[in-house]
């Protein structure tokens, strides 16, 4: 079983910035593809970043390209997710989500791979 914990969300001005954080628990977290989706109110949960066992591959959605980073630190069982240039249609709940892939290069995007999520943090952008 994995447990997900994000943080770091909150109301920023748009322009602004925020570092989310998801802690997971489990030995085997270097082996889990890490993800983080959004969704806003009323639309469906959406992919925004990806990153593989070690953190050399990353995958973003064209709408975060540039603008968000994600990044992991396996010693501290964490995946963080740098947004900056927020937009008001960034306003959302992240969630963070483990896929326990079996090749280490391996990122996917696809909602359904990914077996286990947070509670979600709630990202405000106001104009």
């Not at 914990?5 to 997971?24: N, P, W």
């Not at 995958?59 to 992991?72: E, H, L, M, N, Q």
């Not at 927020?86 to 969630?95: E, H, R, S």
Request: aromatic letters at 12%; glycine letters at 10%; charged letters at 15%.
């Amino acid at each position: 079983q994995v447990q997900l914990v994000e943080s770091g969300g909150g109301l920023v001005q748009a322009g602004g910035s925020l570092r989310l954080s998801c802690a997971a628990s489990g030995r085997t977290f270097s082996s889990y593809v890490m993800g983080w989706f959004r969704q806003a109110p009323g639309k469906e949960r959406e992919f925004v970043a990806a990153i593989n066992w070690s953190g050399s591959s990353t995958d973003y959605a064209d709408s975060v390209k540039g603008r968000f980073t994600i990044s992991r630190d396996n010693a501290k069982n964490t995946v963080y997710l740098q947004v900056n240039s927020l937009k008001p249609d960034d306003t959302a709940v992240y969630y963070c989500a483990a896929h326990i892939a079996s090749s280490s290069n391996y990122v996917t995007r696809i909602r359904g791979q990914y077996l286990y999520w947070g509670q979600g943090t709630q990202v405000t952008v106001s104009s």
